[in-house]
């Protein structure tokens, strides 16, 4: 039984064509006529007799250096003698489009796509004039391969490639923030964490801001209009803009949201999010699990196609694509899925509630920026209603706090061992300092590596990661514990001086709460209960007598101990000791000094 294959006629099928886009671009170029300048089109990637006609009259008057504004290009088709085919009425239609510039290259992309398919249409039809009744016109088959050529000319010539110097490098545009120094303009972010850690609330938080164009978390915005995609519950939705509106006032007018369903897989999706979404602005997807049903998150394969829809959002707008998603089973490892998205991303911010019920927000990867910052924030709850039973229905509002200091965040294993040889080092000693070698054979005593340059070389990386992030000072090889320095992440003097904490009182020579003089500087404020200390400086305390205060001397055998006003724990800049409590060393360059400085 012979089976007849269905065929299709390319000749009585037409043209593919966009005249929609094809009066857009129209219409953006007599709304702005500077936009020919650098345009990549020509006559020919117009189908619609009309437009092809509108377009020539345009590139007419550009080659003599006069705008293609309403008025001239009617005045170039009545010079031309075709205003019989394109009447100023239909000229007129076109402007009152009113297309926006930054619409033109989605356009402009489309006609290309459809003169390149016309092409290869007429190669199709030439190639089977060149066979008909099997001989083989040459004419014909020379025309086919010319189109074809023309349809894929990089496969002819190559991708020509532009070549830039130095100088073209240090002249191109700078990044631009949208969150300064945490979010790009323009690139693709991820909110992720675990489930419950308050993820929407702080979206909508961040969302507001940039909308509002007011800081966050402490950080400048740069206010733009932001689209928020919300897959969640509506309920949820409207509960947590009940609670932001009674605590904030009105909602922005530049947030504006789609809770219908939308599918990252779908190509119309993708583009109906294009067309909709305001241009230059922020695109919020929450959550990406609802907008990629089905998908293997794990999959290489899968997580590139929605990072490629995701870009093809980004660059469509030309803003900024925020996903909200989750953390795997291991929340240590991040972001639930491929590694290929982390890679892809221009940053990331973390969401985590601990195990106490603090929440922070962490910035893990911040391209162009400064990464590992950390923030502590509360859900406020607030009522927004009354149930059918007359009890209150709730929601929460995001209360940022201050930064967490590097030195009080989750220390990793490694760093963990460290401190905790440190801490049965200074068990040991009997005291809040060691010396370098004490420290070492404490570490070296419980560590697995197999070798001694192995453990050497993480007790060097431990040693130095726990002074990098303030847990300990070094002066001389010896390392205390009980004094936290102020490493720059959160609030502090504004001199970058040290922050000293750990008993609980105001430190010698700085003010409450966070304020510091500086070297030699007189203090501002008065201490309060523990002794007023405004009007004076180091100097101008009165000598306390060794023996009636009972203090331990410097190790150094320094002389002259002075009484503080309030209780203080200092570092001996020789020795590294401790200093003890009501007492310090004032020898120049042998005592701290009230802002911390050695």
Known sequence: MSRTRKTVDPIATPMPSAPDSEASALGAILAKPSLLEGL??????????????????MLTLFKRGESASLVNVNAELVRLGKTDEVSPVFTAGLAARQEPAYDLPVHVAILKSMAQTRTARTAALDLLVA????????????????????VRPSQAAGHRFQILSGDDILNLPRAQWRVKGILPEAGLVVIYGPSKAGKSFLTLELATAIAQGREWFGYKTLAASVLYINLESNWGLQGRLTAWQQVNGGLPAELQFITESFNLQDADHVKGIIQAAPKNGVIIIDTLNRASPGMDENSSRDMSLLIAAAGDIQRGT?????????????????????????????????????????????LPKVKEGADGACYRFELTQVVIGRDADGEDVTSCVVEPGEAQRKSDRPLT???????????VACAEEDSDSVHLEVWRQAFYAGHTGET???????????????????????????????????????????????????????????????????????????????GNFAEKTNAEVAPFPLEASGAVLCINGCPDWRDGPTWTVGMCARSGRSLTRKSRCDLAGCGATADGVI
């Open 40 to 57: 990549d089109l020509t006559s020919t990637h117009f189908h619609e007799p009309k437009h092809e006609m509108v377009f020539r009259a």
């Open 131 to 150: 066979t008909d009744n099997g001989t083989c016109n040459s004419e014909a088959l020379d025309r086919a391969v010319k189109a074809l050529t023309d």
């Open 318 to 362: 030309g803003g900024l694509v925020i996903l909200v998603s989750h953390t795997g089973k291991d929340t240590k490892k991040g972001i639930r899925g491929h590694s290929s998205l982390f890679a892809a991303l221009d940053a990331c911010i973390e969401v985590d509630q601990g195990a106490d019920g603090s929440r922070t927000v962490r």
């Open 413 to 423: 294993p490694a760093l963990q061992y460290a401190w905790d040889s440190f801490q």
């Open 452 to 530: 001694v340059n192995a453990k050497k070389k993480a007790f060097q990386r431990g040693r130095d990661g726990l002074v990098r992030i303030g847990r300990v000072l070094v002066i001389n090889d010896t390392y205390n514990g009980s004094v936290r320095v102020n490493t720059g992440s959160g609030p502090g003097c504004p001199g970058g001086h040290f922050k000293w904490v750990g008993t609980g009182h105001t430190p010698l020579g700085v003010t409450r709460p966070t304020r510091c003089p500086g070297p030699g500087k007189e203090e501002e404020e008065n201490l309060g209960e523990e």
